[in-house]
């Protein structure tokens, strides 16, 4: 009897321990899980909190409040039932989750925490789950302090010329190189790579090259805004070289013209200077002829070639109107204008006319499109052109004289008068009368 005894307790303790995994599995359990769109906010900015409940179970219903620390957040909107509680329910046996938006605004600094409260799971056969209520934590910082975290690194940990090696050797605190190179090459590669991953480099990829001095600005921004530039000087040796003389500064005349942004009314042509050939362009509207000059930092520039003399050529595009400005004749300035110092339009400076008696300055130019030179009226406020109509001031100017004229006859007749009349009064006078 004892033996069966055991042996039935044996088999009970044995059929539990097998039993257990199946009551662990059907023992179901739901999940309410908070999750942020970033873990750090600026203080103004809103943010999107995320809440899902789940379960691996089919949900029935649910009801469970959404907590918040209210001195360092405000409530904007959401997606639950109630603005930060929900009720819900599931509309069919095969929901297993389902996901609500909360936004909040930061509104002072620190850590702000979000978190599920009061919560209530049924499965969808009415049964009670154990809930795991989840919570979130910001960091709110302000504009100045995300800026202040931002890397300063503007440093490049290489820079590279593909195929070429860079005088002196790369430090990242070393901003200037130079690369001498031989006469027809036409372009390289440049490579630059960042310090910092955070940091933005500009002015690398492949650049065309032109004879003489060539240089690049290869330019680093940090995170933070600040920025450090590496000059690169690259010399392409010239086969005969012409040099000329501007205002006692030494140019080089481009010998390659490709790439150059030609003015439209221009065609190629070519001259002689010494016994060198040299390309320039020729307008058959204003007659003009114009040549490309390099100065010693490699700036490129257009010059109006008038016999050995070069005079900086700028064309300046108005209302429909493309002019080049001139020096006029001194007999030439409309009359009650005189020269009045420079505008600067375009970057361009522009001699300028201005009469006491008129509101707008004039400019003497000539019209690119038509090769007429006229005189133009200039509004700086609405930048436009309009061309100057100088006969009718002339024809106004006339009729003021007479009219002057006019008036001095009068006032000299009114004079007359009176005096005449005077020695009349006074003989009337002396008779007694």
């Not at 002019?323 to 600067?344: R, T």
Request: hydrophobic share 35%; net charge neutral; proline share 3%.
């Amino acid at each position: 009897m004892k033996r069966m005894r055991k042996s039935l307790l044996f088999a009970f303790v044995l059929g539990f321990f097998l039993l257990l995994p199946l009551f662990k599995v059907s023992a179901a359990s739901a999940n309410i899980k908070v999750s942020g769109a970033s873990k750090t906010v600026v203080v103004g900015n809103t943010v999107k909190v995320t809440i899902t409940v789940s379960s691996s179970t089919a949900l029935g219903s649910w009801n469970f409040d959404v907590k918040y620390d209210s001195s360092k957040l405000t409530f904007v909107s959401s997606t639950l039932e109630g603005s930060t509680r929900s009720v819900g329910y599931a509309p069919n046996g095969s929901t297993k989750s389902k996901s609500y938006t909360i936004t909040f605004r930061a509104k002072s600094s620190g850590s702000a925490r979000v978190w599920i409260a009061n919560s209530l799971v049924y499965a969808y056969n009415e049964t009670e789950l154990s809930s795991s209520d989840g919570s979130y934590t910001f960091n709110l910082i302000t504009k100045e302090q995300l800026e202040a975290s931002y890397s300063k690194n503007n440093n490049l940990q290489s820079l590279t010329v593909e195929g070429y090696s860079l005088n002196p050797k790369f430090d990242k605190n070393v901003l200037s190189y130079s690369l001498e190179l031989e006469n027809g090459v036409e372009s390289v590669n440049i490579n630059a790579k960042a310090e910092d991953s955070k940091a933005s480099v500009r002015g690398t990829g492949v650049k065309q090259l032109t004879e003489g001095d060539n240089q690049f600005i290869i330019r680093v921004t940090a995170e933070n805004g600040t920025t450090k530039d590496y000059v690169l000087n690259i010399v392409v040796k010239e086969l005969n070289p012409v040099y000329v003389t501007v205002d006692e500064e030494e140019y080089t005349v481009l010998r390659k013209t490709n790439g150059l942004p030609i003015p439209s009314t221009f065609t190629e042509s070519s001259t002689f200077i010494g016994e060198e050939e040299v390309p320039i362009f020729e307008s058959a509207i204003t007659g003009y002829r114009i040549i490309a000059l390099k100065d010693k930092e490699g700036n490129i520039s257009f010059f109006k070639m008038e016999g050995d003399t070069y005079i900086p050529y700028h064309e300046t595009a108005f209302n429909g109107i493309t002019i080049f400005s001139l020096m006029p004749n001194k007999k030439d300035i409309p009359e009650g204008y005189q020269a009045n110092g420079e505008v600067l339009i375009d970057s361009i400076k522009i001699p300028i006319y201005t009469s006491s008696s008129q509101s707008y300055p004039l400019i003497y130019a000539i019209n690119i499109e038509t090769g007429e030179k006229n005189w133009y009226t200039y509004d700086e406020e609405e930048r436009t052109l309009q061309r100057f109509d100088n006969s009718r001031v002339e024809e106004l100017t006339h009729q003021n004289q007479k009219f002057l004229l006019l008036i001095l006859l009068l006032s000299a007749s009114g004079f007359l008068l009176m005096f005449f009349l005077l020695i009349y009064v006074a003989k009337v006078k002396r008779k007694g009368f």
